[in-house]
């Protein structure tokens, strides 16, 4: 976690064509919404959903109902598409936190995105997403997670596209995705050696929010920093799932107050209530501590 932590506990795909869903962007809790280009819209829509991307932005509330700043990205069409290089510069010249690209073989194809947005915008400017959903994705992912660590090739967060990869490895979805988990555990290991933030897949099955708050668990447990949603009422159980609990606030203000003490300066580790705790636990408390500030848990 930096310093500008943000965080990607829920985060909400709303399809360009559907004006309904556009109209209720403000008066949702989510922390990123993701303006979707690619497929939740019809081949015969694509162009006219691009162009409506502008007065999306133009509109974007400055924060939501909640008082909060929600991110806004915007997944284009792959580059290798029709649509992907028109999309790409539409979708960066809006402004938007991030561009999430789909379908990510190598890294080739985010140097390739890159290029295009340093040759028409600053470097600084909007930041890279990555879908992981392919097979090929899988087997290169070090090396796509490797450039995390380049502020130049702008990527700053993996996604995972389980629709996708059950489609294309051909893996049974069951409940509990348990074909999936070595691939998501995968994905994990990799954002964290590259510096990004790590967004679980989508929950299909969206009127089922017992199972889906039982995935968001899961999923935390696992390490993801958030989920993906496809409706609003999954908004809620992603934010629990993903913030830290109450406990695990507590404990943190113990470790960080313990090595404060003037007994402790200089320990390297220390016993806490029975338990061992090094300088390692306290940076990880701290972390926890900041995440908590930063979402106000
Ligand atoms: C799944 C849906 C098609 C369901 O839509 P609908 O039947 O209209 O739901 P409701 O009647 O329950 O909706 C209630 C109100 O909420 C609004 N709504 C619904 N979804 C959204 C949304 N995503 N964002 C904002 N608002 C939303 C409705 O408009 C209703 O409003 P109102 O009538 O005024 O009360 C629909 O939810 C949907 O289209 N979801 C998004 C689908 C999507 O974006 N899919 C693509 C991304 S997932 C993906 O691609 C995965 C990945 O790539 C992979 O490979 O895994
Ligand atoms: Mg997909």
Redesign the pocket.
């Known amino acids: 976690m930096t310093d500008s932590y943000r965080p990607r506990r829920s985060v909400?795909?709303?399809?360009a064509s559907?004006d309904?869903?556009?109209?209720?962007?403000a008066q949702?809790s989510c922390d990123a919404i993701?303006i979707?280009l690619?497929?939740?819209v019809a081949p015969a829509d694509k162009v006219a959903a691009r162009e409506k991307l502008a007065g999306i932005f133009a509109n974007r509330p400055v924060a939501n109902h909640f008082g909060q700043r929600c991110e806004m990205v915007v997944r284009v069409n792959a580059l290798a598409s029709e649509w992907g290089a028109a999309d790409l510069l539409a979708a960066a010249g809006c402004e938007p936190d991030g561009i999430l690209l789909?379908k990510v073989d190598t890294p080739r194809d985010l140097l390739e995105a890159g290029d295009v947005l340093d040759d028409n915008f600053a470097p600084d400017s909007v930041k890279l997403w990555a879908?992981i959903?392919t097979p090929k994705a899988l087997l290169n992912i070090g090396t796509i997670a490797e450039l995390g660590r380049d502020p130049a090739s702008r990527l700053v967060c993996f996604v995972?596209?389980?629709?996708?990869?059950v489609?294309d490895t051909g893996v049974l979805a069951t409940p509990d995705r348990r074909y999936l988990v070595p691939w998501l555990m995968q994905m994990v290991l990799a954002a964290r050696a590259g510096g990004l933030d790590m967004v679980d897949?989508?929950s299909n099955d969206?009127r089922d929010l017992d199972a889906f708050a039982q995935e968001c668990v899961e999923a935390a447990a696992m390490g993801f920093d958030g989920k993906?949603?496809?409706?609003?009422?999954q908004i809620e159980a992603a934010n629990r799932a993903f913030s830290p609990s109450t406990q695990a606030v507590a404990e943190a203000r113990l470790v960080s107050q313990a090595f404060a003490l003037a007994e402790n300066t200089g320990k390297g580790v220390i016993a806490l209530n029975g338990k061992m705790v090094e300088r390692l636990h306290l940076g990880q408390a701290e972390k926890l501590l900041a995440k908590a500030a930063a979402i106000g848990a």
């Not at 993906?228 to 009422?233: E, G, R």
């Open positions: 909400l795909y709303v399809p559907n309904k869903a556009l109209a209720k962007i949702l993701i979707d690619e497929d939740a789909p879908m959903e995972s596209g389980t629709n996708d990869l489609k897949g989508v969206f993906t949603l496809i409706h609003p009422a």
